[in-house]
């Protein structure tokens, strides 16, 4: 099953809404919920940072027979210093977004504290790509 949600920039009233229905059929496809809870707080927190810091994009959720690949991708500014965006704490968040309780530095920390797999590619001024992979169950255990 393939999910594809246009995400509107710079507008928090769609905040969560593409997270919100990719939880929802997770859940009524009868996965986990521990799996579905680490699909949409991944989710989630890169679909704030896409429409904070991207100018909104374009989010995909594919359901796959052993785990779920969202990626989210946008064509806004891009993340000059990943190494320091992935440190807790750390936030190019405006004021106005902070005030409101969001941009406290923890989005992308927090997805790759739930992903099985995160994957970022950014451009300065072309825009940024984030691939999580969340698998729905254990690996098998491997034979002697």
Known sequence: MKL???VPGDDLSFAGRASAEVKRAL????????VVKRAAVCMYEAEMNMIIHGGGGVAEADVEQDRVRIILEDRGPGIPNLELAMREGYSTAPSWIREMGFGAGMGLPNIQRNADDLSIES???EGTRVTIIIKLSDPPAEQP
Do not use: N
């Open 27 to 34: 859940g009524r496809l009868g996965v986990d919920p521990s």
């Open 4 to 6: 594809r949600y246009v």
């Open 123 to 125: 451009k300065v001024d």
